[in-house]
């Protein structure tokens, strides 16, 4: 079992950055890749951004790319999303996610086995 706990949420004016964090324990070696998503009322979770476990491959969907920057200290089993210039379309439950095998493109929900309980992003216009 992967335990995952997000922090780091908050309220922000647009323009505004904030920086997530999800540390994972237990069963922590031999990730293959880490996810951020995140859910708005009323829709579908959806992707954000996704970092593999060894080596350098990131992931961002078209919304956010050239703003937020994931990153991970394996050390210590954590990974990170630096929000930078939000908007209120940012607004989101976000969570992370742990896939421990390659099981589908990192875009889906559905490639992931682990997830966290979220942390709420609030960006004020």
Do not use: H
């Not at 994972?24 to 579908?44: H, L, V």
């Not at 939000?86 to 875009?107: F, H, I």
């Amino acid at each position: 079992q992967v335990q995952l706990v997000e922090s780091g949420g908050g309220l922000v004016q647009a323009g505004g950055s904030l920086r997530l964090s999800c540390a994972a324990s237990g069963r922590t070696f031999n990730f293959y890749r880490m996810g951020w998503f995140r859910q708005a009322p009323g829709k579908e979770r959806e992707f954000v951004s996704a970092i593999r476990w060894g080596g350098t491959s990131t992931y961002y969907a078209d919304s956010v790319k050239g703003r937020f920057t994931i990153s991970r200290d394996n050390a210590n089993n954590t990974v990170y999303l630096q929000m930078n210039t939000l908007k209120p379309e940012d607004t989101a439950v976000y969570y992370c996610a742990v896939a421990q095998y390659l099981r589908g493109s990192y875009y889906y929900t559905s490639s992931y086995e682990y997830w966290g309980q979220g942390t709420q992003v609030t960006v004020s216009s």
